[in-house]
């Protein structure tokens, strides 16, 4: 079974401080992984796709990395509008369409 | 705006009532998934349409759920009889693909949020 965990479950940091969230996945083919952001009660928005391990992707102040078990998601110097709830998602290979979802990491940015 | 659409943002219902949802993706996009999403976990998955046939659902998906997508173009997702265990997040996104196995990145519209009192 398809299967993604995410760490931390929540983080605090303070304006400025990098870091980093993990995703953790188990898939029979990885199709693609899929990283998300959703502010409190609004829908997933759309950050990044990965496809392969070795990719790497970068939006202002957010870089995206893949490997063949794991996907980073790394923050440098954030600012408290980078405050939301970031969600991991997979995609296998087969028949199947539907993603799946990780639980997510919500991520405070202190001013 | 261009993006997928829901409505209603907000329903509140006595259990045993019947609720229906609907959603618009993107214009040009083929596929549109369903999932629901309860409070601190993600979106699962409930089931998906390509055009207007529905390809797959979810074990989560009871009879007491139905999803259209006439004419391949809105959808609507219709509890019937609902209960307490209803109370969730209703997510739609839709996506662009071409083929059985193509990559599609999907795009999601902001909920419609339930509550079953």
């Known amino acids: 079974e398809d299967q993604v965990t995410q760490s931390p479950e929540a983080l605090r940091l303070q304006e400025g401080e990098s870091s980093s969230l993990n995703c953790s996945y188990t898939?029979?083919?990885?199709?693609?992984l899929f990283w998300y952001r959703q502010d409190p009660g609004k829908g997933p928005e759309f950050l990044f796709t990965?496809?392969?391990a070795g990719e790497e992707k970068e939006k202002e102040r957010l870089k995206a990395t893949l490997t063949k078990k794991e996907s980073f998601l790394h923050i440098t110097a954030p600012k408290p509008e980078d405050s939301a709830t970031y969600l991991c998602?997979?995609?296998?290979?087969?028949?199947?369409?539907?993603?799946?979802f990780g639980p997510g990491t919500r991520l405070s940015v202190l001013p | 705006d261009t993006g997928v659409s829901q409505d209603p943002r907000h329903k509140i219902t006595k259990r045993g009532q019947n609720v229906t949802f609907r959603c618009d993706p993107i214009?040009?996009?083929?596929?549109l998934y369903w999932y629901r999403q309860t409070l601190g976990q993600g979106p699962e998955f409930l089931t998906y349409f390509q055009n207007e046939a529905q390809l797959e659902k979810s074990r989560l998906l009871s009879d007491r759920f139905s999803a259209e997508r006439p004419k391949g173009s809105f959808s609507t997702l219709e509890i019937q009889r609902t209960e307490q265990g209803d109370s969730a997040m209703y997510l739609c996104?839709?996506?662009?693909?071409?083929?059985?196995?193509?990559?599609?990145?999907?795009?999601f519209g902001p909920g419609t949020r339930l509550t079953v009192l």
């Open positions: 996104a839709s996506s662009l693909t071409s083929g059985t196995g193509g990559r599609d990145t999907q795009y």
């Open positions: 990965l496809y392969s």
């Open positions: 214009s040009e996009h083929n596929r």
């Open positions: 898939v029979s083919g990885l199709r693609g």
């Open positions: 998602a997979v995609q296998a290979r087969g028949y199947g369409q539907n993603f799946v």
